[in-house]
């Protein structure tokens, strides 16, 4: 088993930044496929960006290129979100996700993140941004 811990997130205004953790704890001696996920009031929850942590490629949503990067220190099993330029439809709770390999870097290549496929969720932490 995994549990995942997330920190971070906050309110902030449009056009601001906000950095996100999430430590992995548990069993993952054979490393994990690591994602953020985010689902907004009244909305599905969709993929914001994964990265396979073999290879260290993240990917994105095509929302949130450009603005957002994925990172993680093997080292501290943590994955980090940095979110900059924040827009009001980037608000809702965000999750950290994880799954034991092989991470599917080829749907993920093509924006597919199903998250059907990650077995492991944090508690959510929440993003606010006013415009």
């Known amino acids: 088993q995994v549990q995942l811990v997330e920190s971070g997130g906050g309110s902030v205004q449009a056009g601001g930044s906000l950095g996100l953790s999430c430590a992995a704890f548990?069993?993952?001696?054979?490393?994990?496929?690591m994602g953020w996920f985010r689902q907004a009031p009244g909305k599905e929850r969709e993929g914001v960006g994964t990265i396979d942590t073999f290879s260290g490629i993240p990917y994105y949503a095509d929302s949130v290129k450009g603005r957002f990067t994925i990172s993680r220190d093997v080292a501290k099993n943590t994955l980090y979100l940095r979110a900059n330029n924040l827009k009001p439809e980037d608000a809702g709770m965000y999750y950290c996700?994880?799954?034991?390999?092989?991470?599917?870097?080829?749907?993920?290549?093509?924006?597919?993140?199903?998250?059907?496929?990650?077995?492991?969720w944090g508690q959510g932490t929440q993003v606010t941004v006013s415009s």
């Open positions: 996700a994880a799954h034991y390999p092989p991470c599917n870097s080829d749907n993920w290549s093509r924006g597919n993140f199903n998250s059907v496929v990650f077995r492991f």
């Open positions: 548990g069993y993952i001696a054979s490393g994990l496929c």
